[in-house]
């Protein structure tokens, strides 16, 4: 195996550990993300009683001058709606999940990664047997108020 055919063999390996197979309600196939900081990985995330029962569950992890980035776990859907000041990147970390965005819909799958453009109609529906989690990183910081519902039909 030659130099070039070894680095596309461990870049292969490591997208394969990033992504990760990890148990998802006792199934070891199902493909899960994993979130790396400087101080650990987390593997899975920890969501109370109380969030799992929400519709939608939101955990702040950071907020910086220039951005905020939450955690989501996703039971059902969102409504449409369009964040009119800030732009938006989503990744989807466990789960299926449908990204309504603009006048076209996508079936996701863990590693997949949204860009959200502020004023852009969008929302997320679950489509899996179990909830679904993403990371999404707001610019400016979101504070929760910049959320205007749009009245569109929802297949």
């Not at 994993?34 to 955990?59: C, G, H, I, N, Y």
């Not at 590693?111 to 929302?123: A, E, M, N, Q």
Request: net charge neutral; hydrophobic share 40%.
């Amino acid at each position: 195996m030659n130099a070039i055919s070894a680095r596309f063999a461990v870049t292969g390996v490591a997208l394969l550990v990033l992504v990760g197979c990890q148990a998802d309600g006792g199934r070891m196939d199902a493909p899960r993300g994993r979130f790396l900081t400087p101080q650990r990985m987390m593997d899975r995330l920890e969501w109370s009683d109380a969030e799992r029962s929400q519709d939608l569950a939101v955990k702040t992890y950071r907020v910086t001058r220039s951005a905020s980035t939450s955690f989501i776990l996703l039971n059902t859907a969102e409504k449409p709606h369009v964040h009119d000041h800030h732009d938006l990147i989503v990744t989807v970390l466990s789960g299926q999940v449908r990204m309504h965005l603009a006048l076209q819909s996508v079936d996701l799958r863990p590693g997949d990664v949204v860009d959200i453009p502020r004023g852009t109609v969008h929302w997320a529906q679950n489509i899996g047997k179990t909830p679904s989690e993403a990371l999404a990183v707001f610019t400016p910081p979101y504070d929760g108020r910049d959320m205007r519902e749009v009245d569109m039909p929802v297949p």
